[in-house]
């Protein structure tokens, strides 16, 4: 016998493994399932972008690249968030292997055993996994799913429960605005207050923008802070100034249908950028050339695709979350960003039993909530970035199987 059990260190294991795929897990083997459990749009990458990764791998683009990103996809983000938010210039962007890498590479940068993290929850548990791994504690507020005077759920911010939370010992929050799983979007004002509150505090302020640009209720934004060439959520990046502790973690994944392609990039104060560059050489030293020009092609070229999209997932939104609504027992909000609706059954306090039950019973594929956090419990999570017609038999399934549940 080894002298010592073969384990892998503590923080690693501390780590639940995904209840997502634990759900998926239960589906496998059966055919006929509909899975609307993970965050991905339905449709393939636009036929430009693919063009692009096509021509670099035929001009022979298969060799290593610089750290921080081909200089020309750097300069081409610059542009892009300085379009969104505010002059941001080349030297504080840096190309990700993802937006999952942004964040494990800003946690890396910033975050260290005993490190007191706030997060604004439910979550999508990757987000807090990254500086958990690293050993920090991660303290949780939660958002309050309430109904409005209008009757209409919706999910809310208790600012001075977060500005409590965010006490002087804090080394940062992580903040997803529009969230995933609930949509929850911060609004400018809040996000000011926020801002004031940590740059007094010397919290860094770790904003995963992976879903600014779908977001569904711009145009009421757009006129009370005037127009913008391209609408997006508020960023913590139209407030901040250069060279305060402020980083956001974005990703091509959803706004130009790219999952796949494993590309992101994140906005940082210039003098953190080496030091980031230095993690990125010790996770994966570059992102490809090839995943990159796709990427430049995508950012310089991409808007129409973005409009199309938003205006797809605005459809589909609204359609699913009458239909739930329609349903006896269930409670939603309409999400003003992401693409998700995140619901509570009434009565049901196993999320993840339900949504097995939901796989094997009814062939529908959804994430349970508890997979967000103790907060998600009770609650279900459906990715909405899917066609009408898949999501009315997605429905007509959640029937049944609420049917044969009762
Ligand atoms: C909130 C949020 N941030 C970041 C990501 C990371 O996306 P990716 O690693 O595909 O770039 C996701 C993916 O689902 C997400 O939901």
Not at 51 to 59: E, G, K, M, R, Y
Not at 324 to 341: F, H, N, Q, T, W
Request: with cysteine; glycine share 8%; charged share 20%.
């Amino acid at each position: 016998m080894p002298a010592y059990p073969v384990e892998a260190h503590g923080n690693v294991r501390a780590i639940a493994s995904s209840l997502i795929r634990e759900v998926a897990n239960a589906g496998l083997g059966k055919r006929d399932v509909l899975p609307f459990w993970f965050g991905e749009p339905d449709e393939v990458t636009p036929t430009f972008i693919r063009a692009a990764a096509q021509a670099a791998l035929d001009a022979g683009d298969t060799f290593y690249t610089h750290n921080y990103g081909m200089p020309a996809l750097r300069e081409a983000l610059a542009t892009y968030v300085t379009s969104l938010h505010r002059p941001v210039p080349a030297d504080e962007i840096v190309v990700t292997n993802s937006g999952m890498s942004a964040l494990m590479l800003i946690s890396q940068a910033l975050v260290g055993a005993g490190d007191r993290v706030v997060a604004v929850t439910p979550l999508w548990p990757n987000i807090t996994s990254a500086p958990k791994l690293l050993g920090a504690q991660i303290v949780r507020v939660a958002l309050r799913f309430d109904r409005s005077g209008s009757g209409q759920w919706a999910w809310r911010l208790d600012l001075d429960e977060l500005l409590s939370a965010l006490t002087p010992q804090t080394r940062a929050l992580y903040l997803n605005s529009p969230n995933n799983p609930t949509g929850w979007t911060i609004d400018a004002d809040t996000q000011r207050a926020v801002l004031e509150h940590c740059r007094r505090l010397g919290i860094w302020v770790l904003a995963d923008d992976a879903y600014e640009r779908l977001h569904y209720e711009t145009e009421a934004l757009e006129q009370r802070r005037g127009a913008r060439p391209r609408p997006c959520a508020p960023s913590f990046l139209d407030l901040a100034e250069r060279d305060e502790r402020v980083v956001a973690a974005n990703t091509f994944s959803k706004s130009w249908l790219m999952t796949g392609w494993r590309l992101g990039w994140l906005v940082a104060p210039q003098a953190l950028v080496p030091e980031i560059a230095k993690l990125i050489e010790f996770n994966t030293s570059c992102a490809p050339g090839f995943v990159q020009r796709a990427g430049l092609a995508a950012v310089t070229q991409g808007e129409p695709i973005i409009k199309r999209t938003v205006e797809r997932f605005r459809r589909a939104r609204d359609y699913l979350v009458q239909e739930l609504c329609s349903i006896d027992g269930i409670e939603a909000a309409l999400p003003p960003g992401a693409m998700y609706a995140f619901f509570r059954v009434k009565g049901m306090n196993d999320s993840l039993a339900f949504c097995k039950r939901m796989v094997t019973d009814a062939g529908l594929g959804l994430a349970p909530g508890a997979a967000f956090g103790d907060e998600g419990e009770g609650f279900i999570r459906w990715c909405f970035a899917s066609d009408e017609t898949r999501l009315a038999d997605g429905v007509a399934r959640l029937r049944q199987g609420l049917a044969s549940m009762r």
